[in-house]
């Protein structure tokens, strides 16, 4: 007994960084899913001159924690003929693979649960696909048509859209020449330019295959709701829909994150070398400061008392915040030895700011994409993937490492490779659209098609 | 202590989803247990402290691999499946064949006692912290001693994968 109490004390000592990491995760992820739908449907809303959710807190902030209480006591239905066990199993897995995969990521450098893992980003991206199973299981457990169609939908959309995702990686890491997120990061400082810009093709092609791998419109065909009712979750309800609802929004972020650690250059600012735009280490606590004000401004025009006491509140948890943001950097300045102790901390801080900013402005491209595209067709959106973005992303890996090995000809290095790496992704581009335009001209006519693709829908 | 027990877990989990494969009538409960037997095997990866071929593991065999699997069970008609034989009649080739097998392990282990620090050379085992990175020296054995073995394979999936696009295209 004693030795097992031994054991589990060292093993707490060892790891209480990982474990407290992946405990904050856990804890606050739901949350956060909860808030990018209100941010969705509010942004939605505002694109349709509409309102929005209004109802509950001002201007419906507190609306996702309504929300899911409503989940959380709503009847939990399985149909009689489903598959109990794999009916149970799938939402689950879904969101089991979607939070595992965040283990791998760096959330600023020093919030990261597996630290320096040496498969880095393969691990992400491989644990996140396995959130499909989540998504096959439920949908053939589940006894109905529609799900299976929806299931069957998701795979084939999946395994086609993985290889172009995998294929952009693949030119993205061989600018950083390792898997380990923390020396991705470190290898874009280095060289002073984001990922992003130097291939921006495979940064193209990961950001429309993390569209179709994430189930979101325009790609939504899964879960498109003319046709299949709601695909897959058909049959699901109340917390096991929920489950399915968190696992979607956290593989948003998953996506979202590697994109960004890859090719958006981690948790750096912009230009993190050029020393005169210092002053943008400022800005999470004055955009914690506006936020702030803002509410304080508009507390007169609440309708209800409840309401504008609410807003204050608000107003006081975004001066509190910035008040410990910018306590590590006034706080040295009165005792010079605090400096080095705060450093980490600030930095840690710094990161995640920027971090999560990239991740959002992702997350909000997606949103933009999806109230602006209409829906694609199944065989359209097989034949983009198969005729456009595979082959895009094959030629792009050649061409890129062609022009990386001229580049170390030309000694050229950092902002200058650009020279080399933009006339190639062109050369992609141009080679990729005249396959796809040989492509159509010897494809059967429309009907044709549509009418043998089995499982179009 | 703590590799033994993670070892004899995955070792034993991927032995009973093993069995669980093929005595399930069910099969999409036999291809559950079959990934269920992968990602054991992939923990064994990790055990040994190889870490990307515990990703390999993943992402080939259970993100690809049994993804198509499952893909295709969902398309072909189960019921038909069921109600035909699901064991070929093939008992005694069986038997024999797996007890050909028996007595090669067994003489495997009569003959590990018997003869002490024959086979492969066994190194002194090293901290993990001072392993080298394992991805990295992957690459470095597969592009240096393994070059020819490497290229081969690869033009050997290339056929396959011609193979299967013209056999596919012939229908028209």
Known sequence: MQAVIQATLDFLKACWQPLLCGLVIVAVLPLIAGYIVLVERKLMADMQARLGPMRVGPHGLLQPIADAVKLLIKEDIIPQDADKLVFWLAPVLSVGAALLSLAGLAIGPAFQVAKGINIGILFVVGVSAMGIYGIVLGGWASNSHYSLMGALRSSAQLVSYETAAGLALVTGLLFAGTLNITSIVEAQYDQGIWFGLLAPVAFFTYLVASIAETNRAPFDLPEAESELVAGYMTEYSGFRWALYFLGEYTNMIVVASVATTLFLGGWLRPFPRTHWLDFLDFLPALFMIVVGAYCVVRVPKQPAKVQSLFMLAVAGLCFAVALVLLAPVVLPMFQRSLAPVVKPFYDGILGSFWFLLKVSAYIYFFMWLRFTIPRYRFDQLMRLGWHFLIPLSIINVLVIGIAMIVGSYLHLAGGWLLLTTIPASVIALIVALFILSIEQKSAPPEQGRAASDSYAG | ?????????????????????????????????????????????????????FIAQIILYVGGIMVLFIFVIMLVNLDVAVRQMQFARQKWVALLISLALAAQVGLMFWSAGKLPGQG????????????PPNSEEVARSLFSSYLLPFEIASVLLLVAMIGAVVMAKKRT
């Not at chain 2, 494969?21 to 099969?27: A, E, L, M, S």
């Not at chain 2, 050379?121 to 901290?127: D, G, H, K, Q």
């Open chain 2, 1 to 53: 202590m703590l590799d033994k027990v993670i070892f004899y877990f995955f070792a034993g989990l991927a032995v009973i989803s093993a069995v669980l494969t093929v005595t399930r009538r069910n099969i999409v409960h036999s291809a559950i247990f079959l990934i269920t037997a992968l990602l054991a095997t992939a923990g064994i990866f990790l055990q040994l402290r190889a870490e990307f071929l």
């Open chain 2, 120 to 131: 492969l050379p066994v190194s002194e085992a090293v901290p993990a912290a001072q392993l």
